[in-house]
Nanobody, 122 residues
């Protein structure tokens, strides 16, 4: 089993910044990718950003240029620097990690954190 713990959420005014952190621990040989989803109130969960072990990142169009994802492979951590926050960024933010399965070759298992709340006031 792999556990993910997020931190860094909170309340911030529009235009402000927050930095989210997520650490993975448990039984795993490696991490293929980590990243963040978010779920605004009453809406579906959506991908915010992801980063592979090789450092290749991907962003949702709505956050490109404002958010930056980075990873620390040695410590199994991923960060999300969020700048120029907008009220529409208000959501629960969930960290994920894709870990190679111990049961099947070339298969990854996705693990999730419990989430951290980000609230942006106007």
């Amino acid at each position: 089993q792999v556990q993910l713990v997020e931190s860094g959420g909170g309340l911030v005014q529009a235009g402000g910044s927050l930095r989210l952190s997520c650490v993975a621990s448990g039984s795993m040989t490696s991490i293929v990718a980590m990243g963040w989803y978010r779920q605004p109130p009453g809406k579906q969960r959506e991908l915010v950003a992801s980063i592979t072990g090789a450092g290749i990142s991907n962003y949702a169009e709505s956050v490109r240029g404002r958010f930056t994802i980075s990873g620390d492979n040695a410590n199994n951590m991923v960060y999300l620097q969020m700048n120029s926050l907008k009220p529409e960024d208000t959501a629960g933010y969930y960290c994920f990690a894709d870990v190679p399965s111990s049961q099947a070759k070339d298969v990854c298992v996705r693990y999730w954190g419990k989430g951290t709340q980000v609230t942006v006031s106007s």
